[in-house]
């Protein structure tokens, strides 16, 4: 019998078996004591190159980054319209970007509210991206209050009160209940009494049920959650990382 190492390494780095048929090899058609001897050579194998188990770490890896990135381009695609142009989600940035980013947070989110200030830097700076924020409270009442009380200022008061109370709410710290938020309305010079009256009206609980449905089609589970482009970005991401892939969808539209 030839030596087996090769054949080792090549199965531990996910050779296939059509693969190593080609090579002449297969282990169907090997005897009891030829598959002994050959378990026997892996382990002697790994034993002595225990560096291939951390290259065949990173081949599968890197084969479900690559199958999930594909699984999320179609499920963007297929989603398009409600993504980037569903009639309500407020729109930010510059409105006539060449790149669309959006937001799926949660005010409640630590990584949304770190996320916060680069997102602000990026629009900045950028000049050119369109931005949506998709309203996804997952972290329980609070979340759900924060939300309400957010799309229910847009709905009422409009773009420009929405942008003030989305900015707040990412810095608030305390407890989203009616006197709190009563001075947050106030201290934005906003009327507090038709914002509260409208937090549990059929209009604001539909816009985020809507929201949400879209976030169980596209799989989303965590906040935030970016799409760029064709691609989702599914957690935290620095800033330069976030200009890398505004930069690829910039360049794809091309």
Known sequence: MPRLAPLAAALTLGLTAPALAETGFNP???????RAAFHAEIREYLLANPEVIFEAVAVYEQRQAQG???QDEALVQTNAEAIFDDGFSWVG???EGDVTVVEFMDYRCGYCRKAFDEVNELLESDGNIRFIVKEFPILG???????RFAVATRQVA??????????ALMTFTGQPDEAALTRMAESLALDPAPILAAMDSDAVISELEETRALAQRLQINGTPT???GDTMLRGYAPLDAMRGLVEE???DAD
Request: charged share 20%; hydrophobic share 40%.
């Open 249 to 251: 969808a910039r360049a």
């Open 141 to 147: 009442e609070a979340s759900v209050l924060s939300s």
């Open 226 to 228: 970016f799409v760029i």
């Open 93 to 95: 940035g510059n409105p």
């Open 158 to 167: 409009g773009d420009e009160a929405y942008h003030a109370v989305h900015d």
């Open 68 to 70: 999930q990135a594909a």
């Open 28 to 34: 169907a058609e090997m005897s009891e004591q030829e």
